[in-house]
């Protein structure tokens, strides 16, 4: 997982979200506005989704694929906060990401937590009443559109594991995150190990073009490189390269963009 900064709306489309959430806020209880919510949001199909889907899927992996597990498959507009519990929330741009429905759906669906002032981690799901106001405190799930995840997980290399770092409170969100979406169950380690094998091979042949001055064949390289699948391996590549001979001797010389932290 990697943060995604997203292109502004434009002024036409942002209106067109503020009119609908104005819809929903409008609405006396919350239970009304998940309704107006809910039906609004399944319209998805004028020139302003159009504008919306696009800029998430420019920032997305390679093939437009999900934020969350970066696989190819099946990906929409999905919320961060549910609009179950969060209906204020439904229109909201900065809520929205590119997300695979096995991972919104299966995974996430309106499954959220809060962590409260006694850091106890509060997990809610949609059997959690619709109009009764979510339970307060910092929310558990990393926002991939304003935080970086790496900042709360690490990559080993050798399981294709994500290994929670930092403090108490940042594991316990990291693990919340990570443990949702099943980011280390199933073929996903299996999956992002194999990636690590594929940069590492595209790496090596950028090393051989690079000391051998071809820099025209280093430069389509780096261009292949940024198109492959699971980003975040080259990312983790270049960061724990400052600990690692290995990985620091297949990037010497790379260009800074490649691999860079969003």
């Known amino acids: 997982m990697l943060r995604h900064i997203c292109a502004p ?3 036409k489309t942002a209106a067109v979200l503020t009119a609908l959430q104005v ?8 239970a009304d506005q998940y309704t107006v919510a809910t039906a609004s949001f399944k319209n998805k199909k004028n020139a302003a989704w159009k504008e919306i889907r696009s800029k998430l899927a420019e920032s997305a992996p390679s093939g437009d694929s999900c934020y969350y597990c970066e696989r190819d498959r099946f990906r929409d507009i999905e919320h961060i906060l549910p609009k179950r519990h969060y209906p204020e929330r439904c229109f909201d741009w900065e809520n929205y990401l590119y997300a695979c429905t096995i991972c919104n759906q299966d995974c996430k669906s309106d499954k959220y937590a809060v962590i409260d002032k006694k850091g106890s981690l509060i997990e809610f799901d949609r059997s959690y009443p619709i109009g009764k106001l979510p339970p307060s405190g910092i929310h558990a799930l990393i926002n991939l559109r304003t935080e970086d995840p790496l900042d709360f997980l690490k990559l080993d290399f050798d399981t294709g594991f994500f290994v929670a770092i930092g403090g108490s409170l940042s594991k316990t969100r990291a693990k919340f995150t990570r443990d949702l979406f099943g980011l280390n169950a ?3 380690p299996r999956v992002r190990k194999s990636a690590f094998v594929t940069f590492e091979a595209y790496l090596e042949k950028w090393q051989q073009a690079y000391r051998a ?3 025209t064949l280093a430069t389509h390289l780096c261009a292949e490189i940024l198109k492959l699948p699971h980003p975040t391996v080259l990312v983790e590549i270049r960061r724990q390269a400052a600990n690692s001979p290995q990985l620091s001797a297949l990037i010497a010389g790379l260009p800074n963009h490649v691999g860079i932290r969003p």
């Open 9 to 11: 709306l434009t002024n």
């Open 23 to 30: 819809k929903v806020d409008v609405k006396a209880n919350r």
């Open 186 to 188: 199933g073929e996903l």
């Open 213 to 215: 001055g071809n820099a």
